[in-house]
């Protein structure tokens, strides 16, 4: 079987000064556009041949 490893950030950027009630949705929002692309890229994988998907441990980087 073929394997790939993908490794990708994510970067939210904020401007202004959001509220509280704005930072809990913006959570939500991201926490739901991050699942749909995943769903979106496993279905790309096993369409490609890569029908088995195993997660990887999520790799800490340093906050800029």
Not at 8 to 37: K, M, N, Q, Y
Request: contains cysteine.
């Amino acid at each position: 079987m073929r394997t790939i490893t993908c490794h990708f950030p994510i970067t939210v950027t904020i401007t202004g000064t959001p509220t509280p009630a704005a930072l809990d949705r913006l959570g939500e929002v991201v926490a739901r556009a991050l699942a749909d692309r995943l769903r979106q890229a496993r279905a790309r994988l096993a369409a490609d041949g890569y029908p088995v998907i195993v997660e990887a441990p999520a790799r800490n980087r340093p906050q800029v």
